[in-house]
């Protein structure tokens, strides 16, 4: 007990110690203390601390690392729409998200302003959608109606109509906007996508994946990409190798029976 007390009475002297240090950045400027430093760059110590924990380094140089990305969010323009923001704090306050938010998440991904902004609205956005679909089914007696949704300019009479005709799930497009917290359209665009890159063309069959063409001819799927790579050809002519291959050993050995019973 005497020694965890003697440790957090040396850490927390050690952190006040460390905020009293004046802080002098790159172009001059001087602040008495870590106070005075976050109060004018509006950031919580806290932060400061995080980032001096996380990195292992001392104050000047997590200071040097909030004023630098400052004066980039300060030089950065960040368009929404039509509208196109000098000032982050306007942005935010104007967007209805919060600014510590914004440059949270600008540290921890590091993205840009405009992308953390953008993330955002869009997270607004599908919460406004949720609830607006919530209280469309506490009206008793009334049904929700099916929603239209576009497409990659197609359009469809509901979301299960979109699945059926894209040939996706609605858990795997679930899962991508859950992830990356994008809207249904963008989902379902992505899930199209990553599937069409992944069939898989031979003889004028299209299959599910490389894999399930794989095993419906009976091949090793490890031993045709290896033959693809050692020849440097498509893995459609590796497969077409392999099964003449297949079908030649298959004649010489009738052909060897063959041989035998007339002998």
Not at 13 to 30: A, H, R, V
Request: proline share 1%; hydrophobic share 30%.
């Amino acid at each position: 007990m005497d020694e965890t007390l003697f440790y957090y009475k040396t850490e927390k002297e050690k952190w006040q110690k460390m905020s009293e240090e004046p802080i002098y950045l790159e172009d001059g400027t001087k602040y008495d203390n870590l106070h005075d430093f976050c109060r004018v760059l509006k950031i919580r110590q806290t932060d400061i601390y995080g980032y001096i924990y996380r990195h292992d380094c001392s104050v000047q140089e997590a200071a040097d690392f909030y004023a630098s990305r400052q004066a980039a969010v300060d030089k950065e323009m960040i368009q929404i729409g039509e509208m196109v923001y000098t000032d982050l704090q306007k942005c935010c306050k104007e967007q209805g998200i919060l600014y510590r938010w914004v440059c949270n998440k600008m540290l921890r991904e590091n993205i840009t302003a405009s992308e953390a902004v953008k993330y955002y609205i869009r997270k607004n956005e599908k919460k406004q959608l949720k609830a607006q679909r919530k209280a469309a089914l506490k009206v008793k007696g009334k049904m929700p109606e099916p929603q239209r949704v576009v497409v990659m300019g197609q359009e469809y009479e509901s979301k299960e109509k979109c699945y059926k005709a894209l040939g996706i799930t609605k858990k795997l497009v679930l899962r991508h906007m859950r992830e990356t917290n994008c809207l249904f359209e963008e989902a379902a665009a992505y899930c199209y996508e990553k599937k069409r890159k992944k069939q898989f063309e031979f003889r004028g069959k299209t299959y599910k994946s490389y894999n399930a063409c794989c095993k419906a001819y009976g091949v090793a799927q490890e031993y045709v990409a290896l033959k693809a790579n050692r020849e440097r050809i498509t893995r459609q002519e590796a497969i077409e190798k392999l099964l003449e291959q297949r079908e030649n050993k298959s004649t010489l050995l009738v052909d060897n029976l063959i041989t035998k019973d007339e002998g």
